[in-house]
């Protein structure tokens, strides 16, 4: 046991007198939750747009101050003919032109004639969809309020609801997938670059022929990792909770239980690794190839899952991460206890099992 | 004399290829046994065998008065073992490296700051003791290493061709070290690829395609293969 003390004081010198690894341990969680928090958003805010009102008349102009009004838009500009549309866009101006028939309040009365045209820049079409839905939202109501005018008759009237984050805020979903990638980051990478480090070096052929056993050595390269991955997890969790207001829901209980489960899954898979790598630079290249892609990319945390192609959907099964942001979505966001996620809990621990079996077997074969 | 290491038809196969077959040698208490070979002679994987992290596929060796097949963990308690690439950790200081390397032998605090200021004293590096290990000179590096392999007094100290890329008048200083270890009755067990390092053992063995094709005394040898220079010799034996 003091062998094994003696360890993990000489692995916190190495990480605490290595700026680079340092800065990953604990630069890296907070500018990524800080930039998936704030830059980058499905959310629109202020979008530009411009107005070529034909019409003039009292309902346009009030559409348009309703428009002006929502925070999401801004009117840049006013245009006087439908061939200044394409300018404006070529421009890159504005995202958006709003135009208004000549007889625009006649036909409002009229159902199914077209009354209001929406253009909008699709060289982003997520952007493009979620703007003209926007403003067709606040033109629904306008018609709504000021018109006391029922929506046509051949419209199902739809009331959606938001559950789990109603005020769709994308940090929300961001934080999960944030956490998990950055625990499966500390985790497997560095390991698995901390444990190449020492056979690159030399040492770890000296700490074989020591009397510690295989199992020590490799047991005190991991529990500093473990360690600092619990803390960069609750680190995440603090700034999601103080600066995004990103409320916790379930029992914090099951969120440590889960994460220390994945940061295991993820050690193990750095261990493994470090046993198919013999230098630094292959160790960083598998775990960011072999690891953070297909995480990012195929674990649901920023593509979902269902829209992809069948073949992708089943590699996604085989990925941990796809099942660790089911399981801390859960407990985060819907506030469930563990009868629901028991099985993802499950096959998390059936995969940490067998990637242990295979990373043990492997040093073996290295060691015989 | 005592014997320290004896090697019965210790043998190594990987499939079809035997990387050593059935070596015999004995290696007395207090001596320097040196273990030539070309790349790929099998110099290697026997040492392996002998530091106990690899296991003979036939044959045994005895190695400080434990069976490598069997008591692996024995016999890695009672040697010290130093590799060509130099093996402390940079960004440790000496002493911090001293403590780590003692401490996975059990030596207790005590000892071990008695074994610092030993080693500081020995090899001059009072003025290096704040630095971290990565800004010594490669000379002092290798001694400071040599002299943690002795930390815990192993038996015997494996030297995997401790002298690479060192200028001949550290490596002469390095010499004196090993020697001064040997007459305190520590047996040295050296590979090396440097022909006037190979003269300062008391014996050496030469290895060819997995055998032991010679050893003796290097004088012996240089007589029997009617021979100049360690360097003929080795050559004659080797084509």
């Known amino acids: ?368 | 004399m005592e014997t320290t290491i004896k090697a019965t038809n210790l043998t190594k196969s990987f499939g079809d290829f035997t990387a050593v077959d059935k070596l015999n040698f004995e290696v007395e208490k207090g001596e320097i046994f040196g273990f030539l070979g070309a790349n790929g002679a099998g110099k290697t994987t026997a040492m392996k065998m002998l530091i106990g992290i690899s296991k003979p596929t036939a044959g045994d060796a005895m190695v400080a008065n434990y069976k490598v097949s069997t008591q692996a963990d024995l016999v890695k308690k009672n040697i010290g073992y130093m590799s060509q690439k130099f093996a402390l950790y940079d960004d440790l200081n000496i002493k911090e490296n001293i403590q780590f390397f003692g401490g996975i032998y059990g030596l207790n605090a005590k000892t071990l700051q008695q074994k610092y200021q030993q080693v500081v004293e020995n090899l001059g590096l009072e003025n290096y003791v704040k630095q971290l290990v990565k800004n010594l000179p490669l000379g002092l590096k290798q001694k400071l290493a040599f002299s943690v392999a002795l930390l815990h007094q192993p038996k015997v100290v494996f030297l995997d061709e401790p002298t690479g890329g060192v200028d001949p008048i550290t490596r002469r200083q390095f010499w004196e070290l090993i020697y001064e270890a040997a007459d305190r009755g520590t047996t040295i067990f050296v590979t090396t690829h440097y022909m006037d390092e190979a003269e300062y053992c008391d014996r050496i063995s030469m290895m060819v395609d997995g055998k032991i094709k010679a050893l003796d005394t290097p004088k012996a040898l240089k007589k029997e293969f009617g021979a100049e220079t360690l360097n003929e010799v080795f050559l004659n034996l080797a084509r």
């Open chain 1, 1 to 368: 046991m003091k062998k094994f003390i003696g360890f993990v004081k000489k692995e916190f010198y190495h990480i605490f007198r290595d700026k680079r690894s340092l800065f990953i341990l604990f630069g890296m969680p907070v500018a990524q939750i800080l930039l998936f928090g704030f830059a980058i958003s499905n959310e629109i805010n202020n979008v530009d747009i411009a107005i070529l009102d034909k019409a003039d008349d009292k309902n346009s102009k009030e559409i348009i101050v309703n428009l002006k009004a929502s925070k999401y838009f801004n009117v840049l500009d006013y245009l006087q003919s439908e061939k200044e549309i394409e300018t404006a866009f070529q421009k890159g101006k504005v995202k958006a032109v709003v135009t208004f028939d000549q007889d625009f309040a006649r036909n409002l009365q009229r159902p199914k004639t077209s009354k209001l045209q929406i253009i909008t820049d699709a060289t982003n079409p997520n952007v493009a969809n979620t703007i003209t839905n926007y403003i067709n939202s606040i033109v629904v109501k306008y018609q709504m309020v000021n018109l006391q005018q029922d929506p046509p008759p051949q419209l199902v009237q739809s009331e959606s609801r938001m559950f789990f984050n109603p005020a769709l805020e994308s940090v929300y979903m961001f934080v999960p997938g944030v956490m998990t990638v950055i625990l499966m980051l500390v985790s497997a990478m560095m390991t698995s670059i901390s444990i190449t480090r020492e056979k690159e070096v030399g040492t770890m052929e000296i700490l074989l022929v020591s009397p510690l056993k295989p199992s020590t050595v490799i047991a005190g390269k991991v529990v500093p990792y473990i360690f600092l991955s619990l803390i960069n997890a609750i680190v995440i969790v603090l700034l999601s909770v103080f600066v995004f207001q990103m409320p916790i829901m379930g029992s914090l209980f099951w969120l440590s239980i889960e994460s220390l489960l994945f940061i295991v899954t993820s050690l193990s898979l750095g261990i493994l690794i470090s046993t198919l790598s013999s230098t630094q630079q292959t160790a960083m290249m598998i775990s960011l190839m072999g690891l953070m892609l297909p995480t990012i990319l195929l674990s649901g945390f920023i593509f979902p899952i269902e829209s992809m192609p069948y073949p992708l959907q089943l590699i996604s099964h085989i990925i941990p991460a796809k099942w660790f942001i089911i399981i801390i979505k859960s407990i985060m966001l819907k506030g469930v206890g563990f009868s629901f996620f028991w099985k993802e809990t499950l096959i998390l621990v059936v995969m940490t099992i067998f990637l242990l079996g295979l990373s043990i077997k492997k040093y073996k074969i290295r060691l015989a």
